[in-house]
């Protein structure tokens, strides 16, 4: 049980001033014994791994490093801190914050100006709850548990118990539409899954497991639908929009498959690792150019990273750009001249051009390291 007056409350806010306005409301609420603060959400997390207890965390949503949504899942996918109730302090309610406060499992989210009675209320709801949870969270925990266990039919039954408590929640139903996926009984998890969403149109989980239900059937006209809907409600997941953009990518839509990819680039907090992800993607699905454009702009911001110019000029290579394949691979070699991938490449690009005699030089070099490398040897055949 939590006691508001003794219980201990971690505040995360990049604003000082913010924690500190906040730690007095909370003393003139006479709300927490102890008060802790910490500034990015990297930094709340690694006091949450301390050894120090925390019974409530107040979270600003906007913060670098990272922010407060990232600091919630966290936490809800640590079974030491998934059930700590958490407030989350937005400067705005739109679309996006709604539908992650649903998908994040949010107790609660207040706007700023914050004043000492809505602080106040709002705390005092979810240590209400956290203390005397409803039916339907506590089957749904029980539900959670039966699963992580192995005991999928229980968690079913459970499910379905807490679908009964609160029938006009999308929550339950699309949690019961997952145990019975993860039973294949995959007409009842679409028919749950359906509801759920019709019931709330922000229930991103909901939108999401559909477009993967579809997917694993090969309907990719409803799988792309869906995800679009849960791409254009909470568009940050990345894992979900790169989803939806190789869906496009089946379905030959490349041109839109490369908005969605420029949009999550956008949204990113971390561009760098996601355009090498994105540009991965685009070279095994025959995307050349814009792979290009992203491996450029990674070799310009790695230089040292030998592996993205190899990949950088194979990218090349495929539209045509020879020389400039070339160019890359030369400077490649000076870091690893026995790798006989890079001289491959070379004595490719070596003879597009019409330098044979080079492309010739390339694989002796080869054969004078291996003699029994018969990839080398066959390219040497094609060269005389």
Not at 330 to 337: A, N
């Amino acid at each position: 049980m939590i006691d508001l007056e003794n219980m201990s409350v971690l505040i995360v806010d990049d604003m000082e001033g913010m924690c500190k306005s906040i730690r007095s409301m909370l003393k003139v609420l006479h709300y927490g014994k102890t008060h802790h603060y910490a500034h990015n959400g990297s930094e709340g997390w690694r006091f949450l791994k301390s050894d120090t207890h925390v019974d409530l965390a107040i979270i600003d949503w906007n913060m670098p490093v990272m922010n407060g949504v990232e600091l919630l899942e966290h936490i809800r996918e640590d079974r030491n801190f998934r059930d700590m109730p958490v407030v989350m302090v937005t400067a705005e309610a739109n679309r996006e914050i709604v539908a992650e406060a649903g998908e994040s499992d949010i107790d609660a989210y207040i706007l700023k100006p914050l004043t000492v009675r809505s602080l106040g209320d709002k705390i005092a709801m979810v240590v209400d709850k956290a203390n005397n949870p409803p039916p339907e969270i506590r089957y749904l925990k029980q539900a959670r548990d039966a699963e992580e266990s192995g005991n999928i039919q229980d968690a079913v039954k459970n499910a379905k118990i807490a679908v009964k408590h609160d029938p006009t929640s999308s929550r339950p139903l699309r949690e019961l539409g997952y145990y019975f996926y993860l039973s294949q009984k995959f007409e009842q998890a679409e028919k749950c899954w359906l509801k759920a969403a019709q019931m709330n149109p922000l229930d991103v989980y909901a939108f999401h497991h559909l477009g993967k239900l579809y997917l694993d059937r090969d309907d990719i006209d409803n799988a792309a639908r869906y995800y679009d809907k849960a791409v254009k409600i909470s568009p940050r997941h990345i894992s979900r929009g790169i989803d939806f953009a190789k869906i496009l990518i089946q379905k030959g839509l490349v041109g839109k498959a490369v908005s969605v990819f420029d949009k999550i680039i956008r949204l990113s907090r971390d561009p760098v690792s996601i355009r090498e992800e994105i540009a991965d993607v685009c070279m095994k699905n025959n995307i050349f150019d814009y792979a290009v454009g992203l491996y450029k702009f990674l070799v310009s911001t790695l230089p040292n990273r030998y592996d993205l110019i190899f990949k950088l000029a194979v990218a090349l290579e495929r539209i045509g750009e020879y020389r400039q394949a070339i160019s890359q691979l030369l400077h490649v070699e000076k870091k690893d001249k026995e790798n006989p991938e890079i001289q491959y490449r070379l004595a490719v690009n070596y003879m597009a051009i019409d330098q044979v005699y080079r492309a010739e030089q390339t694989l002796k070099n080869i054969l004078r390291l291996n003699p029994d490398d018969e990839k080398a040897k066959k390219m040497l055949r094609q060269c005389v």
